[in-house]
């Protein structure tokens, strides 16, 4: 096992941690950009040092496709390829196979997908993930699972999950760099407390360095996602890392972090950045509207990032789908302001302020007390009161 998961603080469920990877010593909760092929569009490796960037995601099957795995292992891997010095953690491939190309079919052997190349058939299997993964060298690498969506019901959902617990030992027979790679199981089940439960037994019965919580962020409500988060998170193992895959939106973060998870991804930063949109404390602030074009001030006030120390609402409304310097402006601020709210969750736990964090943040996205009940819930199960910032007449569903 190559990594080691410290404790050093905790408010109920909500843990900071110190996570010890090959290249680099994470401090938790964390958010991971998501850089597709080795990068995180429009900037470069130092900018997201500067930033406070700790671990990046990659994309097994983009990668896998090009520019190779076999091209990454002989110039070093991943690490070096794109001469990034921190952490890197590589998804299965099995994810973009079902969301991206049309046709794939799952069986006991793997997904098999047409090839975006030829059309021909093509089949990844448990072992060529891991294989793939190893010759790419990142410090965690995630199993091949069943993903299903959690809006899909009936006995798919049963069998994806049993399935993903059958891969698992193949993926750990597969895996050939254990002492330099960490292999994470993947926590399957759909909405279905039961399946959830048999999974996380099973998984943790294995014995793996980390654990993720999948099949979520799919179009299921609000108020399962967060059930199905606190489920798991109370069943897994205190003294290992929990990262809740394609998790992206401050606020979920933030939720997730209460109920004791630690780890989190998604394009969402990025993706909305090119959009033309900014994250702020209030929430979102869109750079396209035409009310932008005149507005000298910052982006956020009391941002500290380079692009809000430089550039006005008004410079980067004139850039925003235009330019290419709109979206990466964008895309710097939106990744500072996640890494900030990484280190402000971890720190607030560590100082033991974590409600007071919460509250806050809540009262600067919701400034009318509208908290919505999903919310509320879940702090209520987290052990948070929130009272001073929620109006329970006026909370939404949403």
């Not at 958010?31 to 671990?55: D, H, R, S, W, Y």
């Not at 193949?170 to 399946?195: M, S, T, Y």
């Not at 962020?217 to 399962?224: N, Q, V």
């Not at 980067?316 to 402006?329: E, N, R, Y």
Request: aromatic share 8%.
């Amino acid at each position: 096992m190559a990594l080691r998961f410290e404790i050093l603080g905790r408010f109920n469920r909500a843990r900071a941690a110190q996570l010890t990877l090959p290249h680099f010593v994470c401090q938790t909760p964390l958010f991971m950009p998501v850089g597709t092929q080795g990068t995180i569009k429009g900037l470069a490796t130092n900018q997201l040092e500067e930033i406070g960037c700790q671990i990046i995601l990659g994309n097994t099957y983009h990668l896998a496709l090009r520019p190779t795995s076999e091209l990454i292992d002989e110039l070093g891997g991943l690490h070096q390829f794109m001469n990034w010095p921190r952490a890197l953690l590589t998804d299965s491939g099995g994810f973009q196979m079902v969301s991206l190309l049309h046709l794939a079919d799952i069986t006991e052997k793997g997904v098999t997908f047409q090839s975006p190349v030829d059309g021909k058939p093509m089949l990844l299997t448990p072992e060529e993930s891991i294989q793939i993964q190893n010759r790419i060298g990142a410090d965690i690498i995630m199993a091949l699972d069943d993903v299903v969506k959690t809006t899909i019901t009936g006995p798919r959902i049963e069998e994806a999950m049993y399935r993903t617990l059958r891969w698992i030992d193949r993926c750990i027979a597969a895996h050939k760099r254990p002492h330099e790679q960490n292999l994470f199981g993947i926590v399957q089940g759909g909405l279905d407390p039961v399946l959830r439960d048999i999974c996380v037994r099973g998984l943790v019965d294995r014995n793996l360095p980390g654990y993720a919580i999948g099949g979520l962020a799919g179009g299921e409500s609000k108020d399962s996602f967060w059930r199905v988060v606190a489920q798991c998170t109370a069943a897994l193992p205190e003294d290992k890392p929990r990262y809740v895959m394609g998790v992206g939106y401050p606020l979920d973060i933030v939720v997730c972090s209460a109920l004791g998870a630690d780890m989190y991804d998604c394009v969402y930063p990025t993706r909305t950045a090119r959009f033309g949109t900014a994250l702020v404390p209030e929430g979102v602030l869109k750079l396209k509207h035409n009310a932008m074009a005149d507005d000298t001030r910052p982006i956020d006030p009391t941002c500290a990032c380079m692009v809000c120390r430089t550039y006005s609402r008004a410079y980067i409304h004139c850039l925003v789908t235009k330019d290419a310097m709109g979206s990466q402006l964008l895309s710097y601020h939106n990744l500072y302001y996640m890494m900030k709210l990484s280190r402000d969750l971890h720190t607030s736990i560590i100082e033991g302020r974590f409600p007071e964090f919460v509250c806050n943040f809540l009262r600067m996205m919701f400034p009318k007390g509208d908290v919505p009940e999903w919310v509320c819930n879940a702090m209520e199960v987290a052990g948070i009161d929130i009272s001073s910032c929620c109006s329970p007449l006026s909370s939404s569903q949403d």
